[in-house]
């Protein structure tokens, strides 16, 4: 063992890294494994907060800067993940192997609410997470047709149903239960059914991340999602438009009145990319989705363009995310889904005030 290099100089070192997300050093996080140190070489495992984390390479480069300034030869770094659990719990009943539940809003229709829920969602799990797709829009079931399914989900028992796969994400939609152009003439106390056996009677199994998909608005769905399980966060969906302005408000209000966290605002069809010169043509107006996000004191998770790829992709079953971060149109909705996860980190791990307050 090299000289002064013990286990308990190797933690000191440690103690001066920082997640620049949580604020707080990696050793009073947690994240640090066992420690091994053999003739000057360090060997440890850092756990990551989730696979999506947005400054890994920065945490792997000042790890490995604090144990060669503490003396280490050679440092064997294993970088791992573990998403923490909601903290939102309440006396609502968790589902059982679901660590984490995130409704994907918006005030109004027509916002791309759904294309970014299921890219959300795969992209989490192209990035390691574990990850669910609820369709809770029972009136306008999109998802299956945006994942390119018509699978039936199997029922186990008379209480049990397992949730269709596609592109690694377990998914469940009553578009996969009715499927066609044959409407739903529903009342409330209807759609709280289909919904309590959406998340009471599908077996998820283990996941990082739920994503519910919620219709428009502030109904009869939403209500009853955020009555009956413990949300770990809410993503609110706009556009660049400012007549959204009052849709956004109705839709954190009503996660704010239920002390639901809101992990921020995305901004959808922000932007064109001209095909021709290049330049950036901002079709609905400019950086009123960082505006509403700035109003209500929330963060803003990003700028999503206007692509043909995204567009084709959902019209297809071939969803842009699915093919990888570098991707035509693929960037923006990773970076989104990095930022999703760095934020209920941050919630989850109490480092950062849960319920947002609209002045």
Known sequence: MADGLT????????????DPELGRDIVSLNMVGPVEVQDGTVRLTVTLTTPACPLRETI???????????GARAVELRIEASVPRGRMAGDKPQIPGVRNVVAVASGKGGVGKTTVAVNLAIALQRLGARVGLLDADIYGPNVPVMLGTAAMPR???????????AYGVKMISMGLLNPGDRPLIWRGPM????????????????????????PPGTGDVPLTLVQSVPLSGAVIVTT?????????????????????????VV????????????HRVDVFGYGEGRRMAEMFGVPFLGEIEIDPQIRLGGDTG?????????????????????????????????TAAPVVQIL
Not at 62 to 69: G, I, N, Y
Request: proline share 4%; with cysteine; net charge neutral.
């Open 7 to 18: 286990r308990e100089a190797i933690l000191e070192a440690l103690r001066g890294v920082r």
């Open 60 to 70: 792997e480069r000042d790890v490995r800067a604090a144990l060669e300034a503490a």
């Open 155 to 165: 029922a186990v028992d008379e209480r049990t149903i397992l949730p269709v796969e």
């Open 191 to 214: 759609l709280h059914g289909v919904l309590q056996q959406f998340l009471r009677s599908v077996q998820w199994g283990e996941l990082d991340y739920l994503v519910v998909d919620l």
């Open 240 to 264: 660049p438009s400012a007549v959204a302005l009052a849709d956004v408000r109705k839709a954190v209000e009503m996660f704010r009145q239920v002390n639901v966290p809101i992990l921020g």
């Open 267 to 278: 901004e959808n069809m922000s932007y064109l990319n001209c095909p021709h010169c290049g």
């Open 318 to 350: 071939k969803p842009t995310a699915a093919f990888g971060e570098s991707f035509a149109g693929a960037r923006s909705l990773y970076a989104m889904a990095r930022q999703v996860a760095a934020r209920l980190s941050v919630i989850n791990l109490g």
